[in-house]
């Protein structure tokens, strides 16, 4: 069974970079015959700087991926940070995404649970693999069985993340589907100067890595120009690499 692929910029910036990215999914989609789900956040809401770019809004983004969507036939997984968001996002994401820091909140689950979508939970950076047992109870209680868990690295010391890829192994015995976030997993936290740093020289390793430890899927944040991007642009994979990897994941 080949690997889930899920792939886009951080945040929503313009119509022309989600198209720019969309067009090249449906390129490798058609390529290697692989599952790719777009991805783009709306809002940005746990940036290191407040004056930092957050993204077009609920409403706007939504309409912008509805529009991809639409256009490119691709699946949509997107982000939500408040309760609610997940109906109104649900209305056009297949998957909706939990952000790490935000795991533990209990009605946010249970709200993106309650759309009946796939509901993608990132592990927290201060918790272990097996700890994940407790949202993953939360979606299954509110009456969703359709939860992935995503390993995307732990917090030691600071600036610095570091990935223990027993956490795919221990995340399996509680959800089929264990994605890694290869991208976020090389992030520098608000390691340059008001601002998240990152290392994406890493990222084809961090994915070679995981498929070693068995993961099901792998999350790439890309985008044509990572060193002009708005979000996360130190961590993101240049977009006309990512062919490359996804190859050499699917051999």
Same mark, same amino acid.
């Given at each position: 069974m080949k690997p889930i692929f899920i792939a886009g910029?951080?945040?929503?910036?313009?119509?022309?970079v989600l198209e720019s990215v969309a067009k090249e999914l449906v390129l490798l989609r058609e390529q290697y015959g692989v599952d790719i789900i777009f991805k783009s956040s709306f809002d940005k809401a746990n940036r290191t700087s407040i004056s930092s770019y957050r993204g077009p809004g609920l409403e706007k983004g939504v309409q912008m991926l509805g529009d991809i969507k639409e256009k490119y036939h691709l699946q949509i997984l997107t982000d939500i940070h408040e309760c609610h968001q997940a109906n109104v996002a649900g209305e056009i994401a297949d998957v909706l995404q939990i952000p790490a820091f935000l795991c533990r909140q209990t009605d946010l689950?249970? $709200? $993106? $649970? =309650?759309?009946?979508?796939?509901?993608?939970v990132k592990k927290a950076q201060f918790l272990s693999g097996m700890d994940m047992q407790y949202p993953v109870q939360k979606v299954r209680e509110s009456g969703n069985d359709k939860v992935w868990l995503t390993e995307r690295g732990n917090m030691y010391g600071y600036n610095n993340l570091v990935v223990d890829f027993r956490n795919i192994s221990d995340m399996h015995h509680f959800t089929d589907t264990v994605i890694m976030d290869c991208t976020h997993s090389v992030? =520098?936290?608000? $390691?340059?100067g008001g601002k998240t740093g990152g290392n994406r020289e890493f990222v084809p390793a961090m994915a070679l890595a995981a498929r070693a430890f068995g993961a099901d899927g792998y999350f790439f944040e890309v985008h044509p120009d990572p060193d002009n991007a708005l979000s996360d642009g130190p961590n993101m994979l240049p977009l006309d690499e990512l062919s490359g990897v996804v190859a050499s994941l699917i051999s």
């Open positions: 910029p951080c945040v929503i910036e313009s119509m022309d689950l249970v $709200a $993106a $649970a =309650r759309t009946g979508k796939i509901v993608n992030q =520098r936290p608000g $390691a340059a």
